[in-house]
C-alpha cells in the first residue's frame, strides 16, 4: 500500500472531532494512516446571526471545502445534513457511514405541564421551528445557536422551557440529558443522522480507501432525501424534512417529505411507498408532487419572507 498519510479535516467542535475521529480508526483499522487537521468554519464563528441570515448554503461545509481545494487536508468528515446538494467543483461524496438515530428530540427541564399550556422553544432550524408551531400553534420559537454543547449550556441557563436537538449528536458525545422526549411526529431534515465523507474527485488513492467504508443502505436513502431537497430547492433555509425508510422484509422503501410556511400554519406533504427499484427517482418525484400542491407558491413566499 502506497504510504500516504490521509489528512482529515474537520470542525473542531466536540461532535464534529468525534466524527473525524470515528472516520480515522476505519481507515486505521484498514491500514491506512491518517492525521486530523481541525479547522474553524464561519457558522462557528459568527454566532449571532440567524444561519438563513447568512445567506449562504453549506456554511459550515465552506472553509473544509477550502482548504481541500487549497490541498491543505484530503478528506472532510460532515453531518451529512449540513452539507449543500451541490458539491463545490472538483469535490465528491466518498463515503457515506452507516445511518444513527434520525430522530429530533426535546430536551427539557423536567416539567412538561408546557406542552398544554405556553411554552418558549429554543431551535435555529427553520424545520424545527415550523413543525412545533403546525403542533402548538400557542407557542412561541426563539432561536438558538452554536455547537451543541454551547446550545446545551444556553438551554440550563436560559429561561425557555425546551429546545430541540438531533438525537444522533448527542448520542455520539454522550451528553444526551435524562429529561428528554423523542419528537417521532418531526419529520427530520434530510440526511439527519448520516455522516459524510468527501474528498477530492482527481485523488483515487483517497476514494480507493473511503469506498470500503461506504454503507449502501444508508447511501439510498439519504440520496432520496437530498434529491427530495434539491428540487425543492430548498438549500438550507426553507423548512423541509424529509425521511426514507428500506423494509427488508418487503424490498420497498417508505418516503416522507414536508414542507411547511415559516410559521407552521400550511403543511404540504407526501407518504409514499415504491418498490426499491424505483428508488432512483422516488426524491424527485415526490417533490415534484409537493410543488404540484401549492409548493411553488409557497417556496416563493418562503424566499420572499427570508430576503425581508
Not at 474528498?199 to 473511503?210: E, G, I, P
Request: proline fraction near 3%; aromatic fraction near 6%; charge should be neutral.
Amino acid at each position: 500500500m502506497a504510504e500516504k498519510t490521509i489528512r482529515i479535516g474537520t470542525r473542531d467542535s466536540e461532535l464534529a472531532l468525534w466524527q473525524a475521529h470515528t472516520v480515522e480508526k476505519k481507515l486505521n483499522d484498514l491500514g491506512y494512516k491518517t492525521k486530523i487537521v481541525a479547522v474553524k468554519s464561519t457558522g462557528d464563528v459568527i454566532l449571532d446571526k440567524p444561519l438563513y441570515e447568512l445567506g449562504i448554503t453549506g456554511i459550515f461545509t465552506k472553509t473544509l471545502d477550502v482548504a481541500m481545494i487549497n490541498g491543505d487536508v484530503d478528506i472532510a468528515v460532515h453531518s451529512m445534513k449540513d452539507v449543500p446538494t451541490a458539491l463545490p467543483q472538483g469535490i465528491v461524496q466518498a463515503a457515506v457511514l452507516e445511518r444513527a438515530n434520525t430522530l429530533d428530540i426535546l430536551v427539557h427541564k423536567g416539567n412538561l405541564d408546557f406542552l398544554n399550556e405556553s411554552g418558549t422553544i429554543a431551535t435555529g432550524s427553520l424545520r424545527r421551528q415550523a413543525q412545533w408551531l403546525n403542533k402548538y400553534p400557542t407557542h412561541k420559537v426563539v432561536d438558538l445557536r452554536g455547537n451543541v454543547n454551547l446550545r446545551m449550556k444556553k438551554l440550563q441557563e436560559g429561561n425557555w422551557n425546551g429546545a430541540v436537538f438531533a438525537a444522533a449528536g448527542l448520542e455520539r458525545i454522550d451528553l444526551k440529558p435524562e429529561n428528554y422526549i423523542n419528537l417521532d411526529w418531526m419529520i427530520p431534515a434530510p440526511a439527519q443522522g448520516a455522516m459524510l465523507v468527501v474528498a477530492m474527485q482527481n485523488d483515487a488513492f483517497t476514494l480507493d480507501a473511503l469506498s470500503q467504508l461506504n454503507d449502501i443502505e444508508t447511501e439510498i436513502v439519504t440520496y432520496i432525501e437530498r434529491q427530495f431537497l434539491k428540487t425543492l430547492e430548498g438549500g438550507c433555509t426553507a423548512p423541509i424534512g424529509a425521511l426514507a425508510r428500506y423494509n427488508e422484509q418487503e424490498d420497498t422503501i417508505h418516503f416522507q417529505g414536508v414542507l411547511f410556511s415559516l410559521d407552521g400554519k400550511e403543511k404540504i406533504e407526501v407518504d409514499k411507498k415504491v418498490p426499491i427499484q424505483e428508488w432512483k427517482k422516488l426524491g424527485f418525484y415526490s417533490a415534484q408532487e409537493i410543488l404540484n400542491n401549492g409548493g411553488t407558491k409557497l417556496m416563493t413566499e418562503i424566499k420572499n419572507n427570508l430576503k425581508k
